[in-house]
């Protein structure tokens, strides 16, 4: 699966922003999708997972009540909404894949990437 990534831009604390990831092929709600960020310097990091039918989704503790991953299987598109955003949410936002990923918190247990889209929040 191919995921392409888009909707970041520069913001200022308190605004919000839709990323959306729009995944190739036809096995698209096959897949665990995740969000993740990676900010200068530091590593990369879970933000949001939600299973394949989208009842099942977890957060990072930082930003829950603020963001909302969903997804739309028919549109082969999953979605990360956040609101309330701040300063420290400024990173490179990466949507990912994976048929069962076993440890979602974990950058390494998945298989697709896509290439990141950029979150600058200004304070």
């Known amino acids: 699966v191919q995921l392409q990534a888009s909707g970041g831009g520069l913001v200022q604390a308190g605004d919000s922003l839709r990323l959306s990831c729009a995944a190739s092929g036809r096995t698209f709600r096959r897949y665990v999708m995740g969000w993740f960020r990676q900010a200068p310097g530091q590593e990369r990091e879970f933000v949001a997972s939600t299973n394949q039918d989208g009842g099942n989704v977890y957060y990072r503790d930082s930003v829950k009540g603020r963001f909302t991953i969903f997804r739309e299987n028919a549109k082969n598109t999953v979605h990360l909404q956040m609101n309330s955003l701040k300063p420290e949410d400024t990173a490179i936002y990466y949507c990912?894949?994976?048929?069962?990923?076993?440890?979602?918190?974990?950058?390494?247990?998945?298989?697709?990437w896509g290439r990141g889209t950029l979150v600058t929040v200004s304070s």
């Open positions: 990912a894949a994976d048929p069962g990923v076993a440890r979602p918190t974990r950058p390494v247990d998945w298989n697709y």
